[in-house]
T-cell receptor, first 113, second 115 residues
Framework: QQQVKQSPQSLIVQKGGISIINCAYE??????FPWYQQFPGKGPALLIAIRPDVSEKKEGRFTISFNKSAKQFSLHIMDSQPGDSATYFC????????????FGPGTSLSVIP | GAVVSQHPSWVICKSGTSVKIECRSLDFQATTMFWYRQFPKQSLMLMAT?????????EQGVEKDKFLINHASLTLSTLTVTSAHPEDSSFYIC???????????FGPGTRLTVL
């Protein structure tokens, strides 16, 4: 019930295209859903996050869509650029209790020119 | 923005020695810090939750006597890998929980190689 599923495992997108990564969770107690971006040899960095009372959140080229009833959420990267090539992790936590973050398995994104 | 540092960024040691990794929150106080381990092309695996002034809470399967965690102040947590062996070689990442917002900020990671 603590698991967060993520797909696809890897993704290749052409420059200017849309990258879409999907995640699903089981535990309805989760109330905070962040996405992290990680470059090789670096720690993960918070990209964007959403709470379940909102169905969509947009920050620049990055958008989270959230479907509470389906217990699914997704990351859309518009106008993908080669610099976006990284590993993306969705995650979930019970933020109200400062609980640990449960990470998905990750998606390796490659944006090709 | 909130910054978390780790030291060292990489370390190579001989089998049987102990290695200490420091995690510092540079511009905020963190009562809670987390330690993760990451193998190549895999996700982050939570090892333990470190609370200032109290004993760390270890995840199932993590040996508390091997991975000693100390959170002596609101800005510093340390992870000591005792009697390290080659299978302990990994990327160790810490994160710090920032106040009431509950945002976790991650350090840059420490690459440990045990020969």
């Amino acid at each position: 019930q603590q698991q967060v599923k993520q797909s696809p495992q890897s993704l290749i997108v052409q420059k200017g295209g849309i990258s879409i990564i999907n995640c699903a969770y089981e535990n309805t107690a989760f109330d905070y859903f962040p996405w992290y971006q990680q470059f090789p040899g670096k720690g993960p960095a918070l990209l964007i996050a959403i709470r379940p009372d909102v169905s969509e959140k947009k920050e620049g080229r990055f958008t989270i869509s959230f479907n509470k009833s389906a217990k699914q959420f997704s990351l859309h990267i518009m106008d993908s650029q080669p610099g976006d090539s990284a590993t993306y992790f969705c995650a979930a936590s019970k933020r109200t209790s400062y609980d640990k973050v449960i990470f998905g398995p990750g998606t390796s994104l490659s944006v090709i020119p | 923005g909130a910054v978390v540092s780790q030291h060292p960024s990489w370390v190579i040691c001989k089998s049987g020695t102990s290695v200490k990794i420091e995690c510092r929150s540079l511009d905020f106080q963190a009562t809670t810090m987390f330690w993760y381990r990451q193998f190549p092309k895999q996700s982050l695996m939570l090892m333990a939750t470190s609370n200032e002034g109290s004993k760390a809470t270890y995840e199932q399967g993590v040996e508390k006597d091997k991975f000693l965690i100390n959170h002596a102040s609101l800005t510093l947590s340390t992870l000591t890998v005792t009697s390290a062996h080659p299978e302990d070689s990994s990327f160790y990442i810490c994160s710090a929980l920032m106040g009431l917002a509950g945002e976790q900020f991650f350090g840059p990671g420490t690459r440990l190689t045990v020969l």
